[in-house]
Nanobody
């Protein structure tokens, strides 16, 4: 059974950092790309980042470029999103999703339940 489980969200002050984890179950990260998304109240879901399974190509939304870093540990079957220099506008529920392919094709077939990130003083 394919399952994605996010963790690591919480409340952080502006300028702070958080690391989100996306643990994959029922499939191997060796073969599929993983993406991170977020959705703030009243806003559409936004693609944040993606990492391919092969050479680990990474992609970032302009809004997070230079502040967020996506990585994966295939031995732990987990993808991470390191978020630094957080801003109040980063507040959202963050989701990870599995791509149908090894590269970031944006054909997502499984989603996690989400983890809340709140950036506030």
């Amino acid at each position: 059974q394919v399952q994605l489980v996010e963790s690591g969200g919480g409340l952080v002050q502006p300028g702070g950092s958080l690391r989100l984890s996306c643990a994959a179950h029922g499939f191997s990260l060796d073969y599929y790309a993983i993406g991170w998304f977020r959705q703030a109240p009243g806003k559409e879901r936004e693609g944040v980042s993606c990492i391919s399974s092969s050479i680990g190509s990474t992609y970032y939304a302009d809004s997070v470029k230079g502040r967020f870093t996506i990585s994966r540990d295939n031995a732990k079957n987990t993808v991470y999103l390191q978020m630094n220099s957080l801003k109040p506008e980063d507040t959202a529920v963050y989701y990870c999703a599995k791509d149908k392919y090894y590269y970031c094709s944006t054909s997502w077939d499984y989603w996690g339940q989400g983890t809340q990130v709140t950036v506030s003083s």
